[in-house]
């Protein structure tokens, strides 16, 4: 009988450990720690609105799952609310297949630390390059920061367009400073790209560089990532980013729209054909955008008798007041102004009806950026979002005037 039992021991004890280290196919599972909570709960949160609460019992928490493709995410949160995503409050991770370790600090989930997970080590590279870079870059953070802190300080109190106007000013000039930071960290992060092509990191990271890019230099960087990378969702959206790319560049058919302009007129691209138009792609909210407007009049005033047509393009369809405020303010009414035809899902915020969206059909990345089309409406000229300067708009204008 005592032989029996020992032998029920050991065989209990290794179905026990076989339990604890098999994972199942296609399963992550995450072994956690928590500093600073012991008994209580975390949540792991799902986009949209998908939220599991995780349970800590004596400050360990085990997450399992499974895993569509070969890397996924989490975001781990100490607040239910998807809203609060600061860094103080949630974090995310990458994870793969395995089984890894994580120590969670409650206090600020941005000092966590993952193990086990080769794409989180990856991020952490890639990081620890960036934050390098940006200790260069001290005062000018805290600068932009104290200014960031100044307008939401006025804004709460109630403050004026016109003050909070001025701020936005200041704070233009603040990321003036910071631009060169930018700079630097965009060159390292391309460089970690081209270095880690097989990274899932580096399938993320060239979401964000795709502004400052042209359609071969990203295409070129695209065809080297692993394949089953580019079946995760946000490979798929990368692939659809860069296709995107195609549009809105010199050579292209110019993206056809049909609205109604500032004061209620139909309008559509036709209504421009056999003119040169120049399509400004700015917003209110803008500040570069503004700057920009007294350099568009005297080109308009140089030119529109021998031909140009200027169309503003507006990001502001959440803030019509806004729109019409910056027209006339900046005395830019003299040539075409239409929204942009953003429609958002009330309940997702997810965007809807995007062949209403005019920017759709140029690929608009970023503000100011300017498309020139010819008489017949291909597109000979960009400038911003992945193009040339206001300098090299200036020279193709004035060639094509001249």
């Known amino acids: 009988m005592k032989y029996i039992l020992k032998i029920l021991a050991i065989t209990l004890l290794v179905a026990g450990c076989k339990t604890e280290k ?18 209580g709960e975390i949540y792991l949160l799902s986009f949209p609105n998908s939220i599991d609460t995780i349970p800590i019992k004596n400050g360990t928490f085990t997450i399992e799952k499974a895993l569509e493709n070969i890397v996924g995410s989490v975001y781990l949160s100490k607040d239910a609310n998807l809203r609060n995503m600061d860094q103080k409050l949630a974090a995310s991770f990458f994870v793969e297949p395995v089984i890894m ?36 870059y001290k005062e000018e953070q805290a600068h932009f920061e104290a200014v960031r802190k100044k307008y939401n300080e006025a804004a709460a109190a109630g403050a004026s367009e016109e003050e909070l106007e001025k701020i936005k000013y200041e704070d233009n000039d603040a990321r003036g400073q910071l631009a060169p930071m930018w700079e630097k960290q965009g060159e390292a992060t391309l460089q970690f790209i081209k270095d ?39 490979g798929i959206r990368l692939a659809n980013e860069i296709e995107n790319m195609q549009k809105g560049i010199p050579g292209a058919v110019a993206g056809n729209f049909n609205t109604v302009d ?54 502001d369809d959440r803030n019509h007041d806004k729109w019409r405020k910056a027209v006339e303010k900046d005395q830019i009414g003299i040539w075409h102004h239409v929204l942009r035809g953003l429609e958002l899902d009330p309940n997702t915020r997810q965007q809807i009806n995007k062949h209403k969206d005019i920017s759709e059909g140029y690929n608009i990345s970023s503000l100011p950026t300017k498309i020139l089309v010819d008489p017949d409406g291909i597109i000979i000229g960009r400038y911003g979002s992945g193009g040339g300067t206001d300098a090299d708009m200036d020279r193709d204008l004035a060639e094509l005037f001249k």
């Not at 098999?22 to 008994?39: A, C, F, M, S, W």
């Open 22 to 39: 098999t994972l199942e196919p296609n399963h992550y599972r995450i072994k956690g720690t928590v500093n600073g909570l012991d008994q």
């Open 101 to 136: 370790e994580l120590n969670l600090d409650y206090n600020n989930f941005s000092m966590s630390k993952l193990s086990g997970s080769k794409t989180q080590d990856d991020q952490y590279r890639l990081d620890a390059i960036r934050k390098e870079i940006a200790a260069n």
């Open 196 to 234: 880690n092509p097989k990274s899932f990191v580096s399938v993320q990271s060239l979401m964000f560089q795709l502004s400052d890019m042209t359609y071969d230099e990203a295409k070129a960087l695209f065809d080297q990532f692993n394949p089953e990378h580019l079946k995760v969702g946000f």
């Open 262 to 315: 500032i004061n209620g007129n139909p309008l559509t691209l036709a209504d421009f054909k056999g003119k040169y138009l120049l399509i400004d792609f700015w917003a209110s909210w803008c500040v570069p955008c503004r700057k920009g407007n007294p350099h568009l009049i005297e080109l308009y005033k140089k030119y529109h008798l021998k031909g140009l047509e200027i169309l503003g393009v507006s990001d």
